[in-house]
Each structure stands twice: as C-alpha cells, then as structure tokens.
C-alpha cells in the first residue's frame, strides 16, 4: 500500500489561485504571494460554509423566481404574465418549440442541476463519504460547466424582449420573475466559486480514489 500522494498542503505550499504560483503557507493562515501578491491560504477559507450559505440563499430565491411572472406575451394586445413554467408552456403551445425547449432547459434544469450537484458536494465532503472522489471531481466539473450557461435564460428573456423592438410574432414584457431568477444565477455562480474540490480528496489516499481504468485521470493535488 502506497503512503498516499505527496501534495503541496502536505508540504506546506498554496496555490496562488490568481497566478497558480506555490507560496510557502503555514496551516490555518493567510499569506501573500510571493509572485502577484494576492491573499493565499491552503485551502479557501470557511469553504463548506459559505458554499452551504450560498446554495441556501439560491433555493430561497428559486421560490419567488417561480411564483412570479418572469415575462409576458402579449398578441394583438392580449396577454397575462407568465411564470416560468407557464411561459414554456405557452411558447411550446404556439409552436416555439426551439424556444421553449431553451428557457426549459435554462431556467429550471440548469439551476436545480448546479444546486442539488452542490449539495452533493457538500454532504460528500462534511460526512467524508465512500462515493469516489474522482466522480464527486467530474461533478464538480459539470457544476462549474454549467456555471458558463447560466445566464443563458435571462439572455433568452433580453432576446424575446428585444423581439418587440423590432416587431415580430409578440410583445414580450419582464417580469418580477426575472429579477428574482437573476439573483438566483448570480448566488450560485457565488457557491460554484466559493467551493474548494481540493476538499474531495484530503481525506482519501490515492489507494482510496477510484480502483478503475482510468485512475491516472487524477486531478493533480495543490
């Protein structure tokens, strides 16, 4: 059995993560890098719980993102608010079904998938749980991927909105809805960040990661 990787942590180094340089760091503080001067520590600090914090606050802004109207269509000048789903639900019924299938996608999967992946990561790591490290690492990716399409529904809303300026098909008007689903986006773009994966494998040697084919995909250890 193997002692287990050898890492900067063990060694007493952190990662800039600014500039990526190695900076000596004693356990439990912060220091200064030595390259661009940015505060460093092992790992990022209260990492679990501002994470929690912010994954809290995303759910609670889910609510009112849901219960009010995110826009509305109006044709010919009729119309009412529509919240999310009701606004899918609409466009998919006037056969836009492209569109629908986008502000589907991007308002109600890709929040809930970055949320409940987040917790997850958070249960995994508190309770030091046996699920591989190595796919809570893929997890992790997959959250910080979805990260980049998060405003994607919001630039759904700003398009059809825009629609109206140039008079095509409906009026489309932003909703309170709107507002809430922004905050929503933006707390957890917040948690994404606030997460440390390093935290996935402090308490796992490299015996204990993944006994598979593709182990030599570790993530290299800062």
Known sequence: MSAGPRTAAAEGLGLCLACHALTPCPPGRRVACRR??????LRKPHSLRRTGYYVVLGFLFLIPANLYPIMTILQFGRGEPSTIVGGVAKLWSQGLWGIATIVFVASVVVPLAKLFGLCLLLYSVHYQTELCPL?????FRLVDFLGRWSMLDIFVVTLLVGLVHLGQVALVLPGLGALAFVATVIITLFAAQSFDPRLIWDAHSADEACDDNDSDEKPPHA
């Open 36 to 41: 661009c001067g940015a505060a460093l520590a």
């Open 135 to 139: 796919n809570r690492t893929r997890l």
